[in-house]
């Protein structure tokens, strides 16, 4: 982990890292061309979102009728999170 001059915190692994954001108010892509696919199943009360890249890379959320985020995972893709409260995925540069 690395900390900018900005107050800003970079860090990245070739395993899993988890974080408690606490309270979620947005997740979102950055690039909404670079979806290659997203499907989204509805199932005993939960809404599932998989979101493909091109290039690899891809999003998983999942939400319970009360908006409560139940999952929310990104694999091969790079995670922003903004003042606290919103969560940008985009891919990795090439």
Do not use: W
């Not at 892509?29 to 979101?51: F, Q």
Request: glycine content about 10%.
């Amino acid at each position: 982990m690395t900390t900018s001059p900005d107050g800003s915190v970079a860090a990245s692994s070739d395993q899993s890292v988890d974080l408690d954001l606490g309270h979620i108010d947005a997740i979102g892509i950055r690039k909404l061309v670079d979806i290659e696919s997203h499907e989204i199943t509805r199932v005993a009360g939960m809404t599932s979102h998989h979101i493909r890249l091109y290039g690899g890379g891809e999003v998983i959320l999942a939400f319970n009728e009360q908006g409560q985020i139940i999952n929310c995972r990104g694999l091969e893709v790079e995670t922003t999170i903004l003042n606290g409260r919103e969560v940008v995925f985009s891919k990795k540069p090439a």
